[in-house]
């Protein structure tokens, strides 16, 4: 009898927390703080802040001090998107979702 792979590490079936239930991919800027950012971009190496960009989505630049601005405005961008996402819209569960987010609220107590 072959077991799924899941079940012989002790993993869950399905969603194993309330951002699997709603869909929410996590930020790819790893911080919702714009300061944490912009020290973050300033300490990383050129390479890194140029391959920062392309994982978020912002053309590469030669131009250090450019590259920072565009990637802070995207950032800024990315923040007023997913703000004014969570401000305008209510997540709407099914009975099913509500008691599985239920339950996986109560593993954290």
Do not use: C, W
């Not at 050129?46 to 802070?72: C, K």
Request: no cysteine.
């Amino acid at each position: 009898m072959d077991l799924p792979r899941n079940q012989t590490n002790g993993a869950l079936d399905g969603p194993n927390s309330i951002y699997d239930i709603i869909g929410y991919k996590h930020s790819p800027y790893k911080t919702s703080n714009v300061e944490v950012y912009l020290e973050a971009l300033r300490a990383m190496h050129p390479s890194d802040l140029e391959a920062h960009a392309m994982e978020v989505g912002v053309a590469p630049n030669d131009n250090r001090e450019q590259l920072v601005v565009s990637l802070e405005k995207a950032f800024l961008q990315y923040q007023g998107i997913f703000n004014s996402a969570k401000q305008n819209a209510g997540v709407k569960m099914s009975p099913e979702d509500a008691a599985i987010a239920e339950r996986i609220l109560k593993r954290g107590k």
